[in-house]
């Protein structure tokens, strides 16, 4: 067994107990009866807590030695088809961005989301002695997220390296143009950046720390960069409104040109997650999944070994706000795996021509003079119309803010631009690869 996993095995007690506190009467009364039953029979020692480790850089280099053994003697064909060995590599524990602002949903760092990461030198040598030792050059992080420090260290030192390796990190998604060209040069050639949803509302009930136009905004990048995104649409959050997929269902034909959801579904109730936790959310009615009832005997107690709940959310939108979008996601798919609809624009002086195969007709306009600066001033970040004013007073122009507005407006309605609350972002990726 990998020495990650058997570390995972010594940290279970530990892990459940943070669950002797859950709010939630049922699971409560649950556990209580879980304690008289230990204290009767005699049989577990009281619960003791793992002590967490801060300095990474202590841990142990893993051994795969016995998994690549088997998979030899097994043959890995027969074990994996077609899939490659992934090594998983441990750079960090817990979460920076939950460290501030706990994702409602998420049920992930039992004990503690205080973040540590490995140095980037011992990340580096680390990295290095496993791909050395082992025949595979696929690599999975199996951080939650990735340290943004190690953009200006570890990403720029393995990019240096100019290995031929695919390396999948999990992100936050408001990485820049310029971060994901640094994730890229190093090799990092999948990225998973919890986007979880194109409506910002859903996103703030989320507490993700995102918006619309910035999920989109890493899309977009991505598939610029040839870096796949890995990525699902989440719905269920009280609080949301019919209105919030209705939105998504009309924005989604915009994107077509970018990397579709993995999947859609209504969010999984997660053991340690704010929803769990926090008995202020409507959620009620929690009970372990019925699935466990296929797995575990009768005779255990499942909401003692459950991390996954069945739930009743109220506020949440309607099965057929839910059915539109996981239809239009299916949709995005299919045009995806079909023919990878694009829309890019070639610069050339004095213009830019956008090219739009996401409809079943491609189409071409033409952006001339400081109409096309200023569509290409949207590209990296979203902007308001009085910004990109500034910026094309500065390259020689003279336009008011409403000129500006009524030509960002419109292309907004021809389908090439996006935007939210007074910004805008354009949708078009450069088909010039100079923009790294
Ligand atoms: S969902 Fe991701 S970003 Fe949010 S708290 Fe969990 S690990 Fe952190």
Redesign the pocket.
Known sequence: MPAASRRGVRHQPAQTAPCRGHPLRQTRSALRSHRHHQHDRQLAPAPRTALMTHDLDRLPIPDYGDYFAALERHGQATILGDEPVKLPVEFARG?W??QKH??TF?G??ALG?GYRSKSPGRAMSELSTLLSAYPTVHVEAVD??LDMSYLSSFCTELADRRWDIHVFFEV?ANLTREQLAVLRRAGILTIQP?IESLSTHVLKLMR?GSTKLLNIRLLKWARYHGIRVAWNLLAGFPGETDEDYREQVELIPLLHHLFPPDGCSRLWLERFSPYFTDPSFPISDVRPRSSYRHIYPDSLDHSQIAYFFDYTAKGIGSDEAFGALSSAARRWRQRWAEHRPSLIYQRVPGRLVLVDTRAEQPRRAVLTGWQAEAYELCGDRPHSADRIRAGLESAGHRVTTAEVGALLDQCCRSGVMVSEDGHYLSLAIPENPGWW
């Open positions: 979460c961005w939950g706990h994702c998420c992930l760092n989301m939650n997220i936050k919890g993700k």
